[in-house]
């Protein structure tokens, strides 16, 4: 039977162990270092207790392996049991003092990584607030928009009610055309806060499509400042990807800000950006940017242009940290899309397309118990 090092098992399992090997040495004449076996005693504890816990637990099987050789042995002159004895405490230190130094070492990685990926989360924050910086015109107008509706509806509403005999019916659609400007202005709203707090990312079932048309949103007058147009070819009922919206966002927002910067940059006559979203069920058996296998059913997000492209050069540079061809780019935008889509278990590459233009595209996997979206 396996027991997982997580089962509560573990420490019944290591007590037990102890008192058989304990009973065994005290009480039987066996001529062998039984003692010896306190060391699987010692490297269960490492798995279950903190270090005060491992020390113990080796103090304990010295004190047991010494109480066992003065119940069986007393002061009896017995050169061999008692180089037995101190083969086995001999063996039990070692192995305590070295699962001490495992468990520490271990223990260092993980802040080490908690590190990591607690300066990865800044990073991928500053850059959302500095991408919600150069939105600022965008999204003051998407704020503006509702608000301004809200004010005509007003008026108009307000011109029902003053009229001799108020036509109560107006008055009504009025109010609840202001409704729903005013959800769409705090909705807006909440998602700037959203993607300028820094909370911890919240992996959950999404539709990536929703996601797709939100960060859109956020866009569309970023994209009209570029003269660059917009299509959406999304496939209907995407299964569900495990993800953090507010990341998603983050990279489709950059992808597609980048396309309209490239073909306006460029010069380009022609400025299309063109995002698709797909099941890929197979995967293809494509190589994720780190050489890991990608060829789990995953949702694919492409997003193309029809600017220069990239020169042959820079494609294998892309997402090197501060890579940039623009006069005031930081270079950070596409390692950190990277970093996100990675830690999603996914993969992002870029290719150029035919006869001109840029295309990237990410997939993450369909999480097993994400398959279907909740209706
Ligand atoms: P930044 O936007 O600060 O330059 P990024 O990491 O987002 O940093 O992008 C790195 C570089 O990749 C850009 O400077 C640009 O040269 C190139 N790039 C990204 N997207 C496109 C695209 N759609 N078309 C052409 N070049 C692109």
């Not at 080796?58 to 009896?76: D, P």
């Not at 919206?245 to 299309?272: D, P």
């Not at 623009?326 to 390692?335: A, N």
Request: hydrophobic share 50%; proline share 4%.
């Amino acid at each position: 039977m396996f027991i997982s090092t997580r089962s509560p098992l573990v420490p019944v399992v290591a007590l037990g162990l102890a008192a058989a090997i304990f009973a065994v040495d005290a009480l039987t004449p066996l001529d062998v270092a039984i003692a010896v076996l306190y060391v699987a005693v010692v490297l269960l504890s490492v798995a279950v207790w903190p270090r005060r816990g491992v020390i113990a637990v080796t103090g304990l099987c010295i004190a047991l392996t010494l109480i066992a050789y003065g119940m069986s042995h007393g002061f009896a002159q017995n050169d061999a049991a008692l180089a037995r004895c101190l083969v086995s405490l001999a063996a039990i230190a070692i192995t305590g003092f070295l699962a001490l130094k495992g468990q520490a070492a271990a223990l260092a990685l993980l802040e080490r990584e908690e590190a990591l990926n607690q300066a990865r989360g800044q990073l991928a924050h500053a850059s959302r607030v500095s991408t919600l910086g150069e939105l600022a015109a965008s999204i003051a107008h998407e704020v503006n928009q509702p608000l301004a509706a809200i004010e005509t509806h007003g008026e108009a509403c307000l011109r029902w009610m003053n009229r001799p005999e108020p036509d109560l019916g107006e008055v009504r659609t009025a109010v609840q055309a202001m409704q729903r400007d005013a959800r769409r202005a705090s909705e807006v709203i909440r998602r700037i806060r959203g993607m300028a707090s820094q909370s911890a990312p919240a992996f959950i079932a999404l539709d990536v499509n929703e996601v797709v048309a939100e960060s859109c949103d956020l866009l569309r007058r970023e994209l009209q400042r570029h003269g660059a147009g917009l299509k959406l070819d999304l496939q209907s009922d995407l299964p569900a990807v495990k993800a953090d919206k507010i990341q998603l966002q983050q990279v489709i927002i950059n992808l597609v800000m980048n396309a309209a910067q490239a073909m306006a940059g460029a010069g380009a006559r022609e400025r299309r950006i063109e995002v698709r979203s797909f099941v890929d069920r197979d995967g293809g058996g494509e190589n994720g940017q780190n050489g890991q296998h990608v060829d789990a059913p995953a949702v694919v997000v492409e997003i193309a242009d029809s600017g220069p492209g990239f020169a042959p050069d820079d494609l294998k540079r892309l997402f090197d940290a501060f890579f940039t061809t623009k006069q005031d780019g930081m270079g950070m935008g596409l390692p950190i899309c990277r970093s996100i889509i990675e830690s999603h278990g996914g993969a992002i590459r870029a290719w150029n397309r035919a006869p001109h233009g840029a295309a990237m595209a990410f997939r993450i996997p369909v999480a097993a118990s994400a398959v279907e979206l909740p209706a």
